[in-house]
Structures are given as structure tokens and as C-alpha cells.
């Protein structure tokens, strides 16, 4: 976790592998956080997902992804 203006960004390991299911869930997490910044960068090899909010609950996050079926975790 980074914390910048108030606001922390936190990073995610995932598996989502495609443009169309990282703007489905990045919709869903607005639900969650609404007021957030959030994005995948698909090019990495991690297929990273950034959070940018006040308040981000990890837990949350990956739950809600396990949800959909994919893999989540904190980026260490």
C-alpha cells in the first residue's frame, strides 16, 4: 500500500487476461469504492490492478473478484 493525499493506492496480482473483463470489473469495484480511480495494467506480467481511494479493504477486493472467478492478491 502507498498512501498519497489522503488516498492509498493499493496493487493487486491477478489473473483477468482481457480489456473487456477488467471493464466489467472495474465497474463493479466503483460499486465498492465509489470515487476511486482504478485500472488494470493487462501488459504486465502480474496483470496488475491499482486502486486509488480513501479507504481500500484488500479483503473486499478479492472477494469480490474470487466472486467472478478470477485470482487476486496483495502485490507484495
Given amino acids: 500500500m502507498i498512501q498519497t ?4 493506492i493499493e496493487v493487486f496480482k491477478t489473473n483477468v487476461s482481457n480489456p ?6 472495474i465497474g463493479l469495484l466503483h460499486h465498492i469504492l465509489p470515487g476511486s480511480t482504478i485500472n488494470f495494467d ?11 481511494h480513501k479507504l481500500v479493504e484488500p479483503t473486499q477486493v478479492i472477494a469480490l473478484l474470487a466472486d ?6 496483495v502485490l507484495q
Fill in 5 to 8: 493525499h489522503g488516498n492509498m
Fill in 20 to 25: 473487456q473483463q477488467a471493464d466489467e470489473l
Fill in 42 to 52: 493487462l501488459e504486465d506480467c502480474d496483470k496488475i490492478l491499482r486502486i486509488d
Fill in 68 to 73: 467472478k472467478g478470477f485470482r487476486c492478491a
